[in-house]
């Protein structure tokens, strides 16, 4: 077994990076049949991780070239077309065109590009393109990566992230002019996608989905240049592999039946929930001077630290992406679901979802019914929920321990509830 460096808190790649040896392959083939790809997985599955990864191999075995944006904090369509102006500088063939492309705004940016000024050239590309312009600009930077020598494989993560918050406003309810937008926004990444098949692969991800999202939009057509990817849990084994690598490399002793303890305690092994536990225990062991777990030592850990504050500020992270994607009464309705099946050992069965039907129709804030099925697909489609017999359960075990320890303690079932009021 090698030795794993320990993850920050960031995404990964290199040595920091394990297993996942068949979405490479699929992604390694698809990226060389010009096949695109929406990636699609729940929270904090690795998503990022893998595209880094599979572009840093891409470059260094050199038939591609590759191009990373992050639309995290982007805006507007023409903010995303500066973001991929701005990332494909370092693609050679490329730069000097898209600069051309804009004209005198960039003239007087020169020099070599690792020294570039990024914040400058990104004001600077911001001020040559607005709402009327950006397609055109748009096109040109593309037709200047699809002229570079090598194919590019660009990526771009955080894509539903953006279109989400171009569809709605402040109150979370889609505007006509949002929709537009992102109708516009879509379909001109679908003309790329066609128009450069073989020279432009396009690689989409993001932290929330971006099919609940069209969906809710209608706009669901616009995913079907891209074959969809589907990034699962780790297996058990794959697990135990890299618990093993990282205690390995930290010099921790971690026996097979400790580790085979951390897993059953998370039953969904969420590469970042298992990184997560492994570098809560080494820190706990640390801390007392020991370097041997033991199952006590597991147990405490889970209880202290997975569950305890620390854990509780990555639970935040799920509630604002579930707060972003569902709105306001949405949310409120995902929180009662979710904290219904906390409190039924991880189950909520029909007879409770059809009660709070009834109930979330008289108590949405903006007057509007909350539509529950579409609460549950976005709970199914990020992993909280899936289906079992004609309810559904929680999948993690983690998540759903950390659902109870926040929100359970004062929490009263729907069937005890006496009337229809509020949860
Ligand atoms: N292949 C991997 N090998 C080792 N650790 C991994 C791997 N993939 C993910 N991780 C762990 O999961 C964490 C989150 O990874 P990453 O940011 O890539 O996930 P994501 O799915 O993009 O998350 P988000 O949903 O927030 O966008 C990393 O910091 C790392 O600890
Ligand atoms: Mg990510």
Same mark, same amino acid.
């Given at each position: 077994?090698?030795?794993?460096?320990?993850?920050?808190?960031?995404?990964?790649?290199?040595?920091?990076?394990?297993?996942?040896?068949?979405?490479?392959?699929?992604?390694?083939?698809?990226?060389?049949?010009?096949?695109?790809?929406?990636?699609?997985?729940?929270?904090?599955?690795?998503?990022?991780?893998?595209?880094?990864?599979?572009?840093?191999?891409?470059?260094?075995?050199?038939?591609?070239?590759?191009?990373?944006?992050?639309?995290? =904090?982007?805006?507007?369509?023409?903010?995303?077309?500066?973001?991929?102006?701005?990332?494909?500088?370092?693609?050679?063939?490329?730069?000097?065109?898209?600069?051309?492309?804009?004209?005198?705004?960039?003239?007087?940016?020169?020099?070599?590009?690792?020294?570039?000024?990024?914040?400058?050239?990104?004001?600077?590309?911001?001020?040559?393109?607005?709402?009327?312009?950006?397609?055109?600009?748009?096109?040109?930077?593309?037709?200047?990566?699809?002229?570079?020598?090598?194919?590019?494989?660009?990526?771009?993560?955080?894509?539903?992230?953006?279109?989400?918050?171009?569809?709605?406003?402040?109150?979370?309810?889609?505007?006509?002019?949002?929709?537009?937008?992102?109708?516009?926004?879509?379909?001109?990444?679908?003309?790329?996608?066609?128009?450069?098949?073989?020279?432009?692969?396009?690689?989409?991800?993001?932290?929330?989905?971006?099919?609940?999202?069209?969906?809710?939009?209608?706009?669901?057509?616009?995913?079907?240049?891209?074959?969809?990817?589907?990034?699962?849990?780790?297996?058990?084994?794959?697990?135990?592999?890299?618990?093993?690598?990282?205690?390995?490399?930290?010099?921790?002793?971690?026996?097979?039946?400790?580790?085979?303890?951390?897993?059953?305690?998370?039953?969904?092994?969420?590469?970042?929930?298992?990184?997560?536990?492994?570098?809560?225990? =080494?820190?706990?062991?640390?801390?007392?001077?020991?370097?041997?777990?033991?199952?006590?030592?597991?147990?405490?850990?889970?209880?202290?630290?997975?569950?305890?504050?620390?854990?509780?500020?990555?639970?935040?992270?799920?509630?604002?992406?579930?707060?972003?994607?569902?709105?306001?009464?949405?949310?409120?309705?995902?929180?009662?679901?979710?904290?219904?099946?906390?409190?039924?050992?991880?189950?909520?069965?029909?007879?409770?979802?059809?009660?709070?039907?009834?109930?979330?129709?008289?108590?949405?804030?903006? =007057?509007?019914?909350?539509?529950?099925?579409?609460?549950?697909?976005?709970?199914?489609?990020?992993?909280?929920?899936?289906?079992?017999?004609?309810?559904?359960?929680?999948?993690?075990?983690?998540?759903?321990?950390?659902?109870?320890?926040?929100?359970?303690?004062?929490?009263?079932?729907?069937?005890?509830?006496?009337?229809?009021?509020?949860?």
């Amino acid at each position: 077994m090698t030795g794993l460096k320990k993850a920050g808190s960031n995404w990964v790649d290199g040595d920091r990076f394990f297993d996942r040896h068949a979405e490479l392959n699929v992604l390694m083939e698809r990226v060389q049949n010009g096949t695109h790809t929406l990636l699609t997985a729940q929270r904090r599955m690795g998503k990022t991780s893998l595209v880094r990864e599979l572009l840093r191999r891409l470059e260094a075995e050199g038939s591609f070239e590759t191009v990373f944006v992050d639309l995290e =904090d982007v805006r507007t369509a023409a903010d995303a077309v500066v973001e991929i102006g701005v990332e494909s500088r370092h693609v050679h063939g490329a730069w000097d065109r898209i600069k051309a492309g804009f004209g005198n705004v960039l003239r007087t940016v020169e020099g070599r590009v690792d020294t570039l000024d990024i914040g400058e050239v990104r004001v600077k590309l911001r001020a040559g393109i607005d709402h009327g312009t950006w397609r055109q600009k748009g096109d040109d930077v593309c037709a200047a990566l699809a002229n570079n020598e090598r194919p590019v494989v660009l990526a771009l993560d955080e894509l539903p992230i953006l279109v989400n918050r171009m569809l709605k406003d402040h109150d979370h309810q889609i505007m006509s002019q949002g929709k537009q937008d992102v109708d516009e926004l879509l379909s001109w990444l679908r003309k790329i996608g066609q128009e450069y098949r073989e020279k432009i692969c396009l690689i989409l991800s993001g932290s929330i989905g971006l099919e609940p999202i069209l969906h809710q939009a209608g706009l669901s057509a616009h995913a079907n240049i891209f074959s969809p990817l589907d990034l699962k849990p780790w297996d058990e084994k794959t697990a135990l592999g890299c618990l093993a690598a990282l205690a390995e490399t930290c010099g921790l002793d971690l026996p097979l039946a400790a580790r085979q303890q951390m897993c059953r305690r998370l039953r969904c092994l969420v590469p970042h929930h298992v990184q997560r536990f492994f570098d809560s225990l =080494d820190e706990d062991l640390r801390l007392d001077s020991r370097r041997q777990a033991s199952l006590e030592d597991v147990e405490r850990v889970y209880t202290s630290e997975m569950l305890g504050i620390r854990g509780q500020a990555d639970l935040d992270h799920y509630e604002s992406r579930l707060k972003l994607v569902l709105g306001r009464d949405g949310y409120r309705a995902a929180l009662s679901l979710l904290t219904e099946a906390a409190v039924n050992d991880g189950v909520l069965p029909r007879a409770a979802i059809d009660r709070y039907t009834e109930q979330f129709r008289t108590w949405a804030v903006t =007057d509007r019914p909350v539509p529950i099925g579409e609460v549950l697909r976005v709970l199914e489609h990020d992993g909280y929920l899936e289906p079992r017999g004609d309810g559904y359960r929680f999948v993690s075990g983690l998540l759903e321990d950390w659902w109870r320890a926040r929100h359970g303690r004062h929490f009263i079932p729907v069937e005890r509830r006496s009337g229809l009021q509020g949860a």
